[in-house]
C-alpha cells in the first residue's frame, strides 16, 4: 500500500509526546504542497483552503503506517467530506475495495455523501453513496466511497463479521459517544486483530483522544505476539487538525428565562433588528419546540413587523424531507437573514456557512434509562460545557460571531456538567446485547467498551431477551426465534411482533404497524390547529387504541390513491405516510426472506392485540386511578404513568394497555397505546409475568 506515496514526497514530522508514546504530528509547512493532482477548478480551490488540507500528507502517511489514526479537528475543518476523498485519491479504494465513513445520524449520512458527490463531480449513488436504515443509495459495483450510519455498519457485520470489502474505515463524531459507536468501536478493536490490513481512523470534534488511543493500544501481550508481524504499527496516532475559528463573544441571560421557545424567538428578533448581516443558528431541542418556534417567527414575518423584514426561517431535524434540507444548505439571498432553527445536529454533523449569530437553548433531547424502573425516556436535558462550547464556535466560521446563551454565566460556571455522558451508559441495551449476540460475542460481560455500561442494565436487557424467547437458558440466541428477530433492522420488541405475526395470521397488518410506529409521527404538527386535529383523528379512531387506528388511515390513504390533498384533508402528512409505505415494503422483503407467511386477519383485531403483546408485554400498564386522564401503573415497575393526549386511548382509560414508548415531560406519558386482555401477559411471557404479579383485579 504505497501507491500514494510519492517518491520524493517529504515525510512529515512526528513528535513524541513523552507519555505511552502516543505520536502527535506537528504541520510542517512542506506537508501543505504534497502533489495531489488537483485541478484548478472552483471547488478544488474550495478543498484546499479548509485546514485539513494541509494534513493531507501527513493523514496519508499516518493511515499507511499505523493502524489505527485519531484526528480531532474543529467542525467545519473538513475531516468528513476531505478525509474519504484523500483516501480515494491514494488508492485505498482500488482493486474492488471501499472506504467506509459512519455517521451518528442519518441526516447527516445524507448532507455529507451529496455534498462529496458534487465535489467528486459524480451522481450520488455511483461512486459515492450512503446507506442508512430503509435507504440504500450505493451501487455494489460502483461504490468506492460508503457514508452510512454507524448502526447499518454494525449491521453490516452480521453478514461480513470482518466487514471484508472496506480498506478504510472513518469511525466520525466519535465524540458524540452514540450507542452504536461505542459499539461498533469495541467490535472493530476485535476485527483490527484479525486483519492487518484494515485501516481505522476515528475522528471528532472534541475527544478524549488519549483515552480512545489506549482503548485501541494493543495490550502488551499482543503487541509481544504480534511483534514479528509486517503489518502497520499498533500504536495508534493522534493527529490534531488546527482549527481557524474566529473569535465568538458569549453573552449570557441576566436571569433564567422561564420559556427557552419564546426566549429564543425574542432574541432572534432582536439580533435581527440591532445586529448586522449574518445568518442565525438556534439551538431547539426537537421537531415540537422547533416547529413552534419556527411558526412564531413566520407569523412575525407574515404581518410585516419591520424587526422580521427579510428573515427567511428555516427548520433542520432528522426527519426533515429532503427539499426542505437543501434549504438550510443553500446560500442565504442578498439582503436576507437565513434563521436555522435545529436540533443537537447542527452542533457538530453539519456545517452551515455563513452563520454568525447563535442562539443556544442550553437543552438537548437526550436517552436516559433507568434500569431499576426499566424505563428509558426521550428527555429534554441540559447540555454540557463541552456542547455548549461546540455551539458557540458554530459563530465563528467566517468571521468573528456572536453566542447568545440563554441561562446566566453562574448557571454555566457553576452547574453545567463539564462533558455528557456516553450514551451506552443511559441507554436500554436490548438493542445492543442482541447484535452482539448474533455476531457471536457470547461473553458479553468481559466485552471490552470505550465506556462500560452497567450491570443493571445489561441483566435487564438479558432478562427481557430471555423473556422474548430470543436467548436460551445458556444466554445464546435462540434458532430460528433469536436468530430472526437479530436479522430485523427494528427494536427486538418490535421484531418479535412481526415473528408473532406469523403465527397469529396477521403479518399483513402489523408490517403496516411497524412501519408505522419506525416514524415520528403519522400526523401533521398539531400546535396552533390542536382542534382541527383531534377531529380529524376522531374520523380514524379505533376503540382498540393507536396501532388500529393507524391500519385505519393506511386504508384510507391507500383508498384515496395516495393522495396529498386527502392527506391535507385530514391532518395526515403525507410525507410521514410515504415513508411508511417505503419501509413498509422493506420490512416485506425481509419477512418474506425469513419465511414469514403475509396473511390478513381481517376484521379480527384479537389476534393483532395478541401480536403486539407478544412483543410488548414488558410495556404492559394496569389503570389505578379513574378520571379525568387515569393514572395507570406499569405492571412490572408500579411506576406511574399516564397515557398521552395524542393517542386516541387519551381520556377513554381502558383497563390494561400496553404502550410503545414513554415520554417524560411533568408526567410519565405514554404514546401509541393499544388495549389488552391481562391473561394474555403471562402467555406470552410466562418467565417474565407470573400469574400473582397480576393481582387480584385481573378478572
Ligand atoms: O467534518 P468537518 O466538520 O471537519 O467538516 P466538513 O463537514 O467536511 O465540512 C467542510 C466544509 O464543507 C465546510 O466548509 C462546510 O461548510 C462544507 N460543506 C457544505 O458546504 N455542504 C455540506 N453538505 C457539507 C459540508
Ligand atoms: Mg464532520
Known sequence: MSQFWKPGGERPQLLDDGEGGVLFFSPSASSSSSSSGFGYGSIDKLRQRLPVYKYRTAILYLVETRATTIIVGETGSGKTTQIPQFLNEAGWADGGRVIACTQPRRLAVQAVASRVAEEMGVKLGEEVGYTIRFEDVTNTDKTVVKFLTDGVLLREMMDDPLLSKYSVIMVDEAHERSISTDILLGLLRKIQRRR?????????????????????????????????????????????????????EIHYVEEPVPDYVQAAVSTVLLIHDQEPAG????????????????????????????????????????????????????????????VVISTNIAETSLTMEGVVYVVDSGFSKQRFYNPISDIENLVVAPISKASARQRAGRAGRVRPGKCYRLYTEEYFVKQMSSEGIPEIQRSKLVSCVIQLKALGIDNILGFKWPASPSSEAMIRALEVLYSLGVLDDDAKLTSPVGFQVAEIPLDPMIS?????????????????????????????????????????????????????????????????????????????????????????????????????VLKSCESDMTVLRKAVTAGFFANACRLEAYGHNGMYKTVRGSQEVYIHPSSVLFRVNPKWVVYHSLVSTDRQYMQ????????????????????????????
Not at 493522534?238 to 475559528?245: A, P, W
Not at 401509541?672 to 393481582?695: C, D, K, M
Request: positive net charge; contains cysteine.
Open 496 to 596: 418479535k411482533m412481526i415473528l408473532a405475526s406469523d403465527q397469529l395470521g396477521c403479518a399483513e397488518e402489523i408490517l403496516t404497524i411497524a412501519a408505522a410506529l419506525s416514524i415520528q409521527s403519522i400526523w401533521v404538527s398539531g400546535r396552533g390547529m390542536q382542534k382541527e386535529l383531534d377531529e380529524a383523528k376522531l374520523r380514524f379512531a379505533a376503540a382498540e387504541g393507536d396501532h388500529v387506528t393507524f391500519l385505519n388511515v393506511y386504508k384510507g390513504f391507500l383508498q384515496s390513491g395516495k393522495s396529498s390533498d386527502w392527506c391535507r384533508r385530514n391532518f395526515v402528512n403525507a410525507h410521514a405516510m410515504k415513508k411508511v409505505i417505503e419501509i413498509r415494503a422493506q420490512l416485506k422483503r425481509i419477512a418474506q426472506r425469513l419465511g414469514i
Open 279 to 338: 445568518d442565525i443558528l438556534v439551538f431547539l431541542t426537537g421537531q415540537d419546540d422547533i416547529d413552534a418556534a419556527v411558526r412564531l417567527l413566520t407569523e412575525e414575518v407574515q404581518s410585516h413587523g419591520k424587526k422580521s423584514h427579510g428573515l427567511i426561517v428555516l427548520p433542520l431535524f432528522s426527519g426533515l424531507p429532503r427539499a426542505d434540507q437543501d434549504l438550510v444548505f443553500s446560500p442565504t439571498p442578498r439582503g436576507k437573514r437565513k
Open 672 to 699: 401509541n397505546v393499544i388495549t389488552i386482555e391481562p391473561s394474555w401477559l403471562p402467555e406470552a411471557a410466562p418467565h417474565f409475568y407470573q400469574q400473582r404479579q397480576l393481582g387480584p383485579s385481573i378478572h
Open 196 to 248: 492487518p490490513d484494515l485501516r481505522l481512523i476515528i475522528s471528532s470534534a472534541t475527544i478524549e483522544a488519549k483515552s480512545m488511543a489506549s482503548f485501541f493500544r494493543s495490550s502488551k501481550r499482543h503487541q509481544e505476539a504480534g511483534a514479528t508481524d509486517l503489518g502497520p504499527s499498533k500504536e495508534p496516532a493522534i493527529l490534531s487538525v488546527e482549527g481557524r475559528g474566529f473569535n465568538v
